[in-house]
């Protein structure tokens, strides 16, 4: 009797597993589909390295995927030693009660919070009139890297307290330094977090739209430096569909190039974390 | 957990470098929101000076041209758009992050997994523009207007989806196969198993991934504004428009000046003042679990 | 150890990087930051292209994010010159302006909504929530989606000035802020109505969206009665400045009120000025 009702509950919440997960997986297969329904016909090499004409409608994003990879460049560079070092500090130096990093971590979470506007006006204010860098990359991507770190750092912090402490306390009496522990050992097993982590950061900064037309901004002209304004994809998207009458086509087009540089960021990502995870452990 | 903090001196001069670079990094981290408090501070200071923050809960409506700057309709709108869109993502979430580990044969789960880490990086554009153009109408024909409460927590709940599922995921991927192990021993079923062993192991993930998914549920902009409506109005029901602070900021900043722009800011501190509330709860509430944790 | 190793490479990548990038940028040429009305941008971003094939050695930048965006950057000096989608407040006149080209604002409809024609007073009693149904108007029986555009937006003070309404008295179901967004709400619900852009506005209802322009005052809303000045909603695009226009700034602005940007403005659905 008490089997039965156990396997019915079992039998339930298998169904209900499968029917979210089918139930997700129609819902986004259809704003792919409507993505690529819509955006095909557009693509091809030419969309993608020629210079957009007519504000947009015709022509393609050649200058405009430029200037995204540079963004993401700029913003990665410097999000992720903050991120993993600031990560690090919470995850192995701090404990619950450690004044510091209650603060840190309060401000953080604070900060995942702020809306991407709102960063758009501070990166505005900071980076393009404060430190001189006017309209450019370089004041797009540090705007992105203070967005994403709350992300970077809490996913990674997670990935690390997750670790047992078995191997940190195994690394100690081998006599290694701290360095080398978390360099060695924490590092590989924390991977799969650091990289979650990335990941959503980096989706997050390259679908940044509101921040961006503060601090990149409007210019879709192949940038000649980091200085240069450069328009990224995703304000390109939004200019698109919402201010030029007729922009809808290309509008799809540059979305469905955007999710493929994403899956392709995305398959490079987890290939770097298994070499990572293969070549750098301690030989055995 | 074992941490070090105790023989913080250690001998190896690697980790006196290793520990001050660190700290570095952190401090830059934390300093972060104390310079955008200051920022917004400084441009929300006109309004908050001049108007007083008694009149932004005691005004009779949001008219910023005539000098009326009432925002708590804006605040429900906010909260119950972030609140829906929570309870709709959080359970599906853990599901959905459940599937990937213990119910999908490893291809599907990989597929699944794939899907979802893309949709984490869909622009919030490419949401509201399908919120626009598919969901919207869809709405509209069934109960008019169309732009509604509702568009936005489901379109909302679509997209912090992604976020509750991957941190999940990745905590679940964290724990130990012998949990796995001694649990199949005890002869426990899939579903107990997970209910009984792995959630609560997984507890602390969860826990981040949900607060992550209000973070950006709280801080979305772009696709909210194009399904909410944006009538400023405390909604009666999920049909109702609505406008969030986010939305308020996106839509009248490039046109706003003086005060209005002013109060624009302090709306943007209003926000942030949720999130410190929501943070303060979250904090106490895992106070709470490691205090029974404890016992 | 290897970590400070990577940690040194990628300091010495940034400030290489960043080394490069001010060479470079020192190295570039006149550079004319213009800042300001979304509606407007994307025309003077085609114009500034136009101007850098003919003046070599010149760079125009064009940043959007609205009219009073273009006023601040103006003020404190981020741009040298704003784009404002409005005739300048009394307030404001100290800057110095140039028009550019004129656009209308026209009321829109779903294509398959019966009603044709609407009478400033039937448009007044929409939008103040006085007729809340089609059925009033000669329509079907459907209640009326009232479209509003959001404070601040020179549209919408046009709009109200028009039609004597205050924004206080409106009851709207759906407020917007661009003008595809208005479209898009509309070709969504056959029982919208909203106002934006003629050009816009035309531009769609030619290319198989389902929308029609009303007539306003019987006078047809379309580009041609822009120009003519009968169409009785219009707007003057404007470029600004703190100080007055000299040097390549004043050459610009001769450039973009010549005939030689004509076509380029007709592209983008506004109306040259004579």
Excluded at chain 2, 278 to 290: G, N, P, S, W
Aim: hydrophobic share 50%; net charge neutral; with cysteine.
């Amino acid at each position: 009797m008490l089997t039965q009702t156990k396997d019915t509950e079992e039998r339930i919440w298998t169904l209900m597993i499968w029917s979210s997960v089918g139930l997700i997986s129609l819902g986004f297969l259809w704003i792919l589909g409507d993505l690529l329904w819509h955006g095909w016909t557009q693509l091809n090499w030419n969309f993608l390295f020629s210079s957009p004409k007519n504000s947009g409608r015709e022509g393609g994003i050649g200058p405009i995927l430029i200037s995204t990879s540079l963004i993401i460049g700029v913003c990665m560079i410097i999000a992720w030693p903050i991120g993993l070092g600031t990560a690090i500090f919470l995850a192995e130096y701090t404990q619950d009660h450690h004044r510091f990093g209650r603060l840190i971590r309060g401000s953080l979470d604070v900060l995942a919070g702020v809306p991407s506007i709102v960063f758009g006006l501070f990166g505005n204010a900071l980076f393009c009139q404060a430190l001189g860098l006017g309209f450019s990359i370089l004041s797009g991507g540090l705007t992105l890297a203070c967005m994403v770190l709350p992300m970077l750092i809490r996913t990674t912090e997670e990935s690390f307290r997750a670790i047992t402490s078995d191997q940190r306390l195994a690394a100690t009496a081998l006599g290694f330094s701290r360095s080398t522990t978390i360099w060695c050992i924490l590092l590989p097993a924390a991977m799969p977090g650091l990289l979650a982590g990335s990941i959503l950061g980096l989706g997050r900064a390259i679908a940044e739209t509101a921040a961006l037309i503060f601090t990149s901004g409007y210019v879709d002209r192949m940038p000649e430096s980091l200085l240069d304004s450069g328009r990224s994809l995703s304000i390109h998207i939004y200019d698109l569909a919402m201010n030029v009458a007729g922009g809808n086509p290309n509008a799809y087009a540059t979305a469905i190039v955007l999710v493929s540089l994403l899956i392709i960021i995305n398959l490079t990502a987890s290939w770097i974390a298994d070499q990572w995870t293969t070549s750098n452990q301690l030989p055995t | 957990m074992i941490s070090f903090s105790n023989n913080i001196s250690s001998q190896f001069l690697n980790d006196r470098v290793l520990l001050w670079s660190l700290r570095f990094f952190a401090l830059i981290a934390g300093s972060l929101l104390f310079l955008i408090v200051i920022f917004l501070i400084h441009e929300a200071w006109p309004a908050l000076h001049q108007l007083g923050i008694t009149s932004f809960f005691t005004d009779n409506a949001w008219y910023p041209t005539e000098s009326l700057y009432l925002l708590t309709p804006m605040l429900w709108g906010t909260f119950l758009a972030t609140i829906g869109a929570v309870i709709l993502a959080a359970p599906i979430g853990i599901l959905s992050a459940v599937f990937i580990h213990y119910y999908a044969p490893s291809l599907l789960a990989i597929t699944y997994r794939r899907l979802i880490e893309l949709l984490a990086g869909i622009p919030s554009v490419v949401f509201g523009l399908w919120g626009l153009v598919v969901l919207v109408p869809l709405i509209a024909s069934w109960q008019p207007p169309g732009p509604s409460l509702l568009a936005g927590m489901l379109i909302l709940f679509l997209m912090i989806l992604p976020t509750i599922t991957l941190v999940i995921h990745s905590s679940l991927a964290q724990i130990p196969i012998a949990y796995i192990h001694n649990a199949t021993a005890l002869g426990l079923g899939r579903w107990s198993m997970i209910r009984k062993v792995i959630l609560p192991a997984a507890k602390s993930g969860i826990f981040t991934g949900i607060f992550l998914g209000v973070a950006r549920a709280l801080g979305e902009t772009m696709a909210i504004l194009m399904v909410c409506g944006n009538v400023v109005q405390a909604p009666s029901h999920l049909f109702d428009p609505i406008r969030t602070l986010t939305a308020n900021i996106a839509l009248e900043m490039a046109y706003a000046l003086g005060n209005h722009r002013s109060t624009l800011f302090v709306s943007g501190l209003m926000l942030m003042a949720m999130v410190v509330i929501f943070v303060l709860i979250a904090e106490q509430l895992r106070y709470r679990e490691t205090y029974a944790d404890a016992n | 150890m290897t970590k400070f190793k990577i940690a040194t490479w990628l300091g010495a990548l940034v400030f290489s990087v960043m080394a490069w990038s001010q060479t470079l940028a020192i190295a570039s040429q006149e550079k004319l930051v213009i800042s300001g009305s979304s509606t407007m941008a994307p025309l003077v971003a085609e114009i500034g292209k136009r101007f850098e094939n003919l003046h070599p050695g010149t760079r125009v930048d064009v940043q959007t994010g609205g009219s009073s965006r273009g006023i601040a950057d103006t003020v404190n000096g981020l741009a040298d010159i704003g784009m404002v989608s409005r005739a300048l407040k009394p307030h404001e006149h100290a800057l110095h302006g140039a028009t550019i080209a004129h656009d209308g604002i026209t009321m829109i409809l779903h294509k398959d909504n019966p009603v044709d024609e609407l009478s400033n007073e039937h448009i007044k009693a929409i939008y103040s929530g006085v007729i809340t149904n089609w059925k009033t108007v000669g329509g079907l029986d459907a209640p009326i989606t009232v479209i509003n555009k959001a404070e601040g937006r020179s549209t919408l003070e046009l709009f109200l000035q028009y039609f004597q309404l205050s924004n206080r008295i409106i009851r709207a179901h759906v407020i917007i802020g661009d003008n595809e967004q208005g479209i898009k709400t509309i070709a969504g619900n056959p029982h919208a109505i909203g106002y934006v852009s003629v050009g816009t506005a035309q531009y769609d209802a030619t290319h198989e969206v389902p929308i029609k322009l009303l007539a306003l005052h019987h006078i047809p809303a379309t580009l041609k009665t822009v120009q003519a000045g009968t169409f009785p909603l219009s707007r003057p695009l404007t470029l600004v400045s703190k100080n007055p226009f000299t040097g390549l700034a004043q050459t610009f602005i001769d450039f973009s009120q010549s005939p030689a940007v004509h076509d380029l403005i007709l592209k983008q659905y506004f109306v040259p000025i004579p």
